[in-house]
Every structure is written in C-alpha cells, then in structure tokens.
C-alpha cells in the first residue's frame, strides 16, 4: 500500500518458465508497496504457473491461450472487482525493473497524474542491449502513436506502466477483439483522449543475452498492435470499431 492507496500489479504470463518466479521474487524484493501480484498464466504450456505459484504470487490461468490482451484484461478486472485503487502492469519475461515501480506510482498519488507510462527513450542510457530492428520499430510505432493521440508520446509499446482503476470504469476494455495486442494502446490512446491527466516517465528496458526474442508473430501480431492507432488515423469510432468487431 502507498499513502492508502492499495496496489496490485497485474503480470500476463505465458510461457514463461525460468523468468517468471525472478520477476516475482524482485518484485517483492525492490517495492514495498505492492499489496498483491496477479499472475495471469495465459495457457502456458510449461511450468509458468508452478513458478508463480511457488513464488508467492496470486495466478489466474486461462485453459488455453488467448493472448496478451486477454490476459492483462482479465488481470484488470479482478483488480477492479477486489477494489484496487492503482494498477501496475508488467512483462513476465524479466525486461522490466520493479525498482521504477514506486516512481510510477508517487507520480499518481503525490503528482495527480491518473495514468503513467514507462518510456525507455524518455531518459538517455535507459535501453540496454536493445536490437537495432526493435530500436527502429518502436521508435516509428510512437511517432504513429504521437499522431493519433494529439501529444507527444515516446514509447507507446511499454507495457511497463500504472494508472488509477477509475479509469476501467470509464474505458471499457472488455471486448474479445482486442484479445491479443490491440488492448494496451487501445487504453493508452483512449485514456490520453478523453483527458485523463498522463505523463510519461524514464524507465529501463532489459533485453536477454544473446538472440533476442519476441513472441510477436511478424505481420499479424504487428497489425494487432496497429490496429487502434491505424482507425483512429483513418477517422473511426474506434471503441464502435472493436464492438461490432466482437460481435460480428
């Protein structure tokens, strides 16, 4: 807890045996106000839930995968559901630092802010290892993003990031079409939109010794990704967009 303020971080998770019980571990060893860490295990077909579990986190596992957006969404609503008052979300593959935690958070509590997004390119010396393909793509993925959203926005694919739950009662996420990537910046770029006060803050990115990995699958995942900045471009409803998308 911080200042009153209960805390929950929300971890989707698959297929990550040999990470997932480190990010666990650190999370309780770097942050003292973190009151529960909510595993989401998105039908990992490896030993992701036994390490969760043995590491002390709360895990939620989904029968069979559904993807990253499922996942952080149904982390997202027990939260809700259970009264939390702010939401961390972080990767369960070990490039996130839970050091930043408290950082993000005292930016909401002390600063007013409601939502606050990590960016490795905020601060100079913040990406570690990073692959110049990755550099490049993320770097073009906010400049798209800055476009749609009306502000300048430097690292929209971080999924290290916090925001006060009051806002999931005024953006709705819970539609099955954006169950894969389209979740997150579908949030992000709602949230910037209907004015909810943002601000983005330097946070490290670590990228595993030697070849890096992804389990975005190219053309299809990145479209998924694109999908919200891309209608919003073009001048959709983007909320009336994955409505009728879910029920079509």
Not at 61 to 68: D, I, K, P
Request: hydrophobic share 35%; glycine share 8%.
């Amino acid at each position: 807890m911080y200042k009153k303020n209960k805390i929950a971080v929300v971890v989707p998770a698959y297929n990550e045996q040999g990470k997932i019980e480190k990010v666990i571990s650190d999370i309780k060893n770097k942050s003292s106000i973190v009151d529960k860490i909510i595993v989401v295990n998105d039908g990992s077909k490896d030993n992701t839930m036994k390490e969760a579990k043995q590491a002390g986190a709360f895990v939620i596992t989904h029968a069979v995968n559904q993807g990253a957006g499922a996942a952080i969404r149904t982390g997202y609503n027990y939260a809700l559901q259970k009264n939390f008052d702010i939401l961390v979300t972080m990767g369960g593959d070990d490039q996130d630092d839970p050091a930043y935690i408290e950082r993000l958070v005292s930016e909401i509590v002390d600063k007013g802010y409601d939502f606050v997004q990590g960016s490795r390119y905020k601060v100079k010396g913040l990406v570690l290892k990073q692959p110049l393909f990755r550099r490049i793509t993320t770097t073009c993925y906010s400049l798209l993003f800055t476009l749609a959203a009306g502000r300048s926005v430097t690292d929209g694919s971080n999924g290290f990031r916090a925001f006060r739950t009051d806002i999931l009662k005024k953006v709705n996420i819970n539609y099955s079409s954006m169950n894969r990537y389209e979740m997150e910046p579908y949030l992000l770029l709602k949230t910037i939109r209907k004015g909810f006060r943002y601000k983005e803050i330097g946070v490290p990115k670590y990228w595993p010794k030697g070849k890096s990995y992804s389990k975005m699958i190219p053309f299809k995942s990145w479209w998924s990704i694109l999908r919200p900045i891309v209608y919003s471009l073009l001048g959709f409803n983007i909320e009336k967009r994955f409505r009728k998308l879910s029920n079509s």
